[in-house]
């Protein structure tokens, strides 16, 4: 059954297809929740957030956009209503179970906190635009699709935090 025909019998109630939908997009959207937040814990949760929105909202997919646009919204509206929840508090220690490995893996987890935390920082909308164009690969054309914004609006975050991390770098290289 192609994902189409499976995305219509989910929306017509089949709990059988409904489950086979979420093992096929499972991964996709725990993937992006993680590249969210940067921690696997909080990830598990705006996945498991995101479950529960794709339950009582697949009705509302149009197939006007490709389902996996249509889910990265989703999901990007799942983690900015967890983010908004949590009382911000800082991880004591790194999860054992981040999807980086090797002596690396430390810093690297590290890093990707510090640059979510400039991302946020920016603005709105410059978070979830990095995201979906660096993280995810997408075009600028359909990172502006699943954020509702024009192509040359995501073009301009992408300059912005380009400039940004520049600046960053400078400053880190002349204070060492």
């Not at 956009?65 to 983690?79: K, M, Q």
């Not at 690969?137 to 975050?157: F, K, N, Q, Y």
Request: negative net charge; proline residues 1%; glycine residues 6%.
């Amino acid at each position: 059954m192609d994902d189409l025909a499976l995305i219509r019998r989910a929306q017509g109630g089949d709990a059988t297809s409904f489950a086979e939908l979420l093992d096929l997009y499972y991964d996709t959207i725990h993937r992006f929740a993680w590249k969210w937040c940067g921690h696997a814990a909080n990830a598990d949760d705006i996945a498991q957030l995101a479950c529960i929105k794709l339950a009582g909202s697949l009705a509302q997919y149009r197939f006007q956009a490709a389902f996996t646009s249509w889910l990265y919204r989703l999901v990007i509206s799942c983690a900015q209503d967890w983010q908004r929840s949590q009382v911000r508090h800082e991880h004591a220690e790194l999860p054992e179970d981040e999807p980086a490995a090797g002596a690396n893996a430390a810093e690297e987890s590290i890093y990707l906190m510090q640059l979510l935390d400039q991302l946020e920082k920016l603005g709105e909308g410059m978070k979830e635009t990095a995201l979906l164009v660096h993280a995810e690969g997408l075009s600028h054309a359909e990172a502006g699709a699943i954020l509702g914004v024009s192509e040359s609006t995501i073009s301009w975050r992408v300059h912005t935090i380009r400039k940004h991390m520049a600046r960053q770098e400078a400053r880190a290289g002349t204070a060492t």
